[in-house]
């Protein structure tokens, strides 16, 4: 679901950063039929399934995630949410910030 160097990345941002949101949004997942969004801002060194990200879907919000439940949603059609390969990493503090003012 996502490479070895976006893990690493991710991992560097447990903790403090991810909840204090003074880090990158590293990645974007979309379901294409509605507006649900998620940006992975952080992964658990020590369980790499856990997950902190913004989730944007009737509000934002800071939460903590496993990439297996990531993996396993699926839309009304049943597609599964796709990654954001044109996505560029945004200060979360910022993102939060934006996704937050269009609601």
């Not at 950063?17 to 940006?39: K, M, N, Q, T, V």
Request: charged share 25%; hydrophobic share 40%; aromatic share 12%.
């Amino acid at each position: 679901m996502i490479t070895k160097t976006q893990s690493d990345r991710l991992k560097d941002n447990w903790g403090a950063p991810a909840e204090a949101l003074a880090c990158y949004a590293l990645i974007r997942f979309f379901d294409p039929l509605s507006p649900w969004e998620c940006y992975l801002l952080a992964q658990n060194p020590d369980d790499e399934d856990e997950i902190a990200c913004l989730i944007k879907g009737f509000f934002v919000e800071l939460s903590h995630w496993r990439l297996s439940e990531l993996a396993n949603r699926y839309n009304a059609a049943g597609e599964p949410i796709q990654i954001d390969n044109h996505y560029r990493p945004r200060r979360a503090a910022e993102l939060f910030k934006q996704l937050s003012e269009v609601l």
